[in-house]
């Protein structure tokens, strides 16, 4: 079965940091770029960052430079979203999903986790 787990998210206060996590299997991992996706309360998905199947090609929003990072560890089958000095606009289910390709990237999600909630408030 081809799976997606999200784990990390949580309540944070603004100015925190979390590290998320997303467990990946059912698939050979290290042949697919990742992708984080959000998705705020009542808004509509926002794509925040894409890293390549070897870890070597980022693109990140423009909007979320500087305070999101990817990454992946493909000998745990794990890839990881960092965020740092979070706001409340942050706040939002976060979700991971796979490329179809690895590159190139085809830009297609087809498979999907069932995503974190983040949560920033005081």
């Known amino acids: 079965e081809v799976q997606l787990v999200e784990s990390g998210g949580g309540l944070v206060q603004p100015g925190g940091s979390l590290r998320l996590s997303c467990a990946a299997s059912g698939f050979t991992f290290d042949d697919y770029a990742m992708n984080w996706v959000r998705q705020a309360p009542g808004k509509g998905l926002e794509w925040v960052s894409a890293?390549?199947?070897?870890?070597?090609?980022?693109h990140n929003a423009e909007s979320m430079k500087g305070r999101f990072t990817i990454s992946r560890d493909n000998a745990k089958n794990t890839l990881y979203l960092q965020i740092n000095s979070l706001r409340s606009e942050d706040t939002a289910v976060y979700y991971c999903a796979k490329d179809r390709s690895g590159p190139p990237l085809d830009r297609y999600f087809d498979v999907w986790g069932k995503g974190t909630l983040v949560t920033v408030s005081s």
């Open positions: 890293i390549s199947c070897n870890g070597v090609h980022i």
